[in-house]
């Protein structure tokens, strides 16, 4: 099967100077971004997990161009994305657009719902003549599962999960192909973030869109994504398709990760297997040489802190699939 | 209570001047009886707490699972003390501990209470923890407070505790202020404090959820260890399905200041009594397999102003009759052996009968909630009252 691949990011770079003394000289760098290679494949959902500092954001925002990177490339539709300018930068962006974290910041509260979603609409006037535009928003509020009339109430008249529906909704507003979801449901409730999930399924099958589903929740990401990239320190460790990271890890920070997300059954309390890491995350100013894992590894050894691991693909018992560790092999943890 | 229960490690405290106070008949630590507390504000009145009862016995771990609003930290923080009154006013019920109500203790007596018999761990961390003072005078100060040691001492002492919530390197890092470790270590650092004076009860608020799922998992791990080295009572306050079925001996799932569902963990799981456990645990999806669409609970939680009529579940509720509308919210009554819920159905429920009437669908409910009265025909103060609320709106 050959499927079409809508973004490419090709070994992405960003490294934030830290700057001190009194002539603000550069002493160092946090590299929150440092190599970052995949696909995304056009109707498909990628999703990337990883722990706080790991680069998940830093890389929302780089895949948007909000940030300029250090390194790297980024090609949409066979396009490279950092070499455009002016005009064809906008007429770009169009095509890739974010579903923000947090639903209560993310909407200015002294604008209406009808000017949040139409907004959009005014940067890129060509779009729809603006005699249109009032339809077309409550179009795509009708589309989200909201009421069309309430069009001229403002953000604090929502709950939390309608205030997620209205940020989609905005998202939605430029037919985007892609859709970068920056831990779109972990401020919500249980209950409200599955009716998020769900939505997004929905609108997904019904639009053809892509997403890059970006999120710390491991069983959100598995529900909702066909393929999983892992995220440690600016690095993609292991990345496969959804049952390959998640039935046959072969990474051991995967397998740790995987191991501590509790499971909400009561019975598997005794027979699971728990890998606890010790410590915390390096920080990400100052990682460890070679491979990243390697101070909280179980498996380290000489080699791990000399030669970096390189992300290729690597048997995990019933297939290969991409992982970066000298020794990878499957292990079963969920 | 029971001080000497075995453990080494005691041999350098010194004797507790609340030792014998504090008795607990049959192991019964904590018991919270129809508790109710609202909040008095600009906008109205809103009832948080609407009779919440639960026992908590030594050893044992009570979860109290809900939503954001459900009224869980309120009735933690009721049983500490610690609400702002106002806008809270305590409007009925008790807490006791160890038979003696401590909502009427006077304040001085009630110090005793609060710290060395029942403490209690925050959610925030950095918040919860004071940025201007080092993290080991923050610990230490329980010891000079509460037993009047001296400064060389008491620090000597949250050095100890600092080792036993395993802070590496603590005799350096007692003089380090909060910022300067990292959310788990902070967490680590709120739960020194809190044990420091060997508490019978711990209350922890949600004490993982800002943390990574790595981090997470030692934090839990230290509390279990905790508890079962003091035989502490552990009330474990969640939202996370996954963390409550790992730890906890019982659960009591709260919804609009209530609890609609008491029972044992494993029950509870394998079969729901109260179709908004039901609802919530089919709406989690699963690490261990790749689900079909998730059957999410229409709808929202109510405005603890305006709690519908009737259940407060019902307009949410696949199993909601007319009774459910109509009749006063169902009591919590044993509906198997051992077992407590709020609902008129919960035998249906629980054997999720197919011959069970269901009156609407999820959809319905969806779309009575999503366009239903509540938004549709706002009143003019209410609409006011709804702006009032503001961002976040929740507990």
Known sequence: MTREVVLQAENLVKHYPIKAGVLRRTVGHVKALDGVSFELYKGETLGIVGESGCGKSTLARMLLRLEEPTAGKLTFDGVDVYSQKGAAMRRLRRDIQIVFQDPYTSLNPRKTVGDIVGEPFEIHTDVLPKGDRRQRVQQLLELVGLNPEHINRYPHQFSGGQRQRIGIARGLALNPKVIICDEPVSALDVSVQAQVVNLLGELQAGLGLAYIFIAHDLSVVRHISDRVGVMYLGKIVEIGDENQIYSRPTHPYTQALLSAVPMPDPTTRDSREQIVLTGDVPSPANPPPACRFHTRCWKAQEICSIEEPLLVARPDGESAHDSACHFAEPRVVV | ?395
């Not at chain 2, 000497?4 to 010194?14: F, N, P, Q």
């Not at chain 2, 029942?118 to 003072?133: C, G, K, T």
């Not at chain 2, 800002?210 to 969640?238: F, H, S, Y």
């Open chain 2, 1 to 395: 209570m029971t001080l000497s229960v075995g453990t080494g490690r005691k041999a350098d405290v010194e004797i507790l001047d609340t030792q014998g106070l504090w008795q607990p008949v049959d192991g019964l630590l904590l018991e919270v009886d129809q508790l109710q507390v609202e909040f008095r504000t600009r906008d109205g009145v809103a009832k948080a707490i609407n009779g919440v009862s639960f026992e908590l016995h030594q050893g044992e771990t009570l979860a109290i699972l809900g939503e954001s609003g459900s009224g869980k930290s309120v009735t933690a923080q009721a049983i500490m003390g610690i609400l702002d009154s106002p806008p809270a006013f305590l409007t009925g019920g008790e807490v006791r501990y160890c038979g003696r109500n401590i909502l009427t203790m006077p304040d001085e007596e009630r110090r005793r209470v609060r710290g060395p018999e029942i403490s209690m761990v925050f959610q925030d961390a950095l918040s919860a923890l004071n940025p201007v003072f080092p993290v080991g005078w923050q610990i230490a100060e329980m010891f000079r407070k509460h037993r009047g040691m001296n400064k060389r001492d008491s620090l000597d002492k949250a050095v100890s505790l600092m080792e036993r919530v395993q802070i590496p390197g603590a005799a350096q890092r007692v003089k380090a202020y909060p910022h300067q470790f990292s959310g788990g270590m902070r967490q680590r650092i709120m739960i020194a404090m809190a044990i420091a004076l060997d508490p019978a009860v711990l209350i922890a608020d949600e004490p993982t959820t800002a943390l990574d799922v790595t981090v997470q998992a030692q934090i839990m791990k230290l509390l279990n260890d905790l508890q079962q080295e003091r035989q502490m009572g552990l009330v474990l306050i969640t939202h996370d399905l996954g963390v409550v079925a790992d730890v906890a001996d019982r659960i009591a799932v709260m919804y609009a200041g209530r609890i609609v569902e008491q029972s044992d963990v494993f029950e509870i799981y394998a079969s729901p009594a109260h179709p908004y456990t039901k609802g919530l645990l089919e709406s989690v999806p699963r690490l261990d397999q790749k689900g079909q669409e998730l059957a999410a609970i229409g709808g929202l939680p109510p405005n603890l102003m305006r709690i519908p009529p009737g259940c407060p579940f019902n307009p949410r509720c696949r199993y909601a009759q007319d009774i459910c509308r109509v009749d006063p919210p169902p009591p919590l009554r044993e509906v198997v052996y051992g077992r407590m819920a709020a609902c008129h159905f919960s035998e249906l429920v629980l054997a999720d009968s197919p011959e069970l009437e269901v009156t609407q669908t999820v959809d319905d409910v969806q779309a009575a909630l999503e366009y239903g009265p509540e938004p549709e025909v706002v009143s003019e103060p209410d609409r006011i009252a709804e702006a009032g609320r503001g961002p976040g709106g929740q507990t």
